[in-house]
């Protein structure tokens, strides 16, 4: 994993399943994780965990939106795939979510 900080986003270069990702943190996504105590490396490993999972979501041309829920933390992280970069938009904690406007769901 590499870090590359660029004005407000943070970008990590993640391998996942032999295919190199830039994961980006914007400042929003990283103050929402802190205020709900949700570290940046739990964000990265729930990531990985989902890895089969997002390398078939399909963004050929376009963007995804979706959202991988860890329910052994009571996590969610809601996301958008384009290519071969991950935009994580926000992360919510809670036993119960409303997600709205995402049509595929990552369940771990």
């Known amino acids: 994993m590499i870090l590359i900080k660029k004005g407000n986003k943070r970008s990590l270069l993640l391998t996942l399943k032999g295919e190199v990702y830039s994961v980006n943190l914007t400042k929003?996504?990283?103050?929402?994780?802190?205020?709900?105590?949700i570290t940046i490396p739990s964000i990265i490993k729930t990531i990985e965990k989902a890895a089969n999972r997002i390398k078939t979501l399909d963004s050929k041309d376009k963007t995804t939106p979706f959202a991988i829920i860890n329910k052994?933390?009571?996590?969610?992280?809601?996301?958008?795939?384009e290519n071969s970069t991950?935009?994580?938009?926000?992360?919510?904690?809670?036993?119960?979510?409303?997600?709205e406007n995402i049509n595929r769901v990552i369940f771990l």
């Open 86 to 99: 991950i935009h994580v938009v926000t992360v919510l904690k809670n036993k119960e979510f409303q997600i």
């Open 72 to 81: 052994s933390d009571n996590t969610a992280i809601i996301a958008k795939k």
């Open 28 to 37: 929003h996504s990283i103050k929402r994780s802190k205020e709900r105590g």
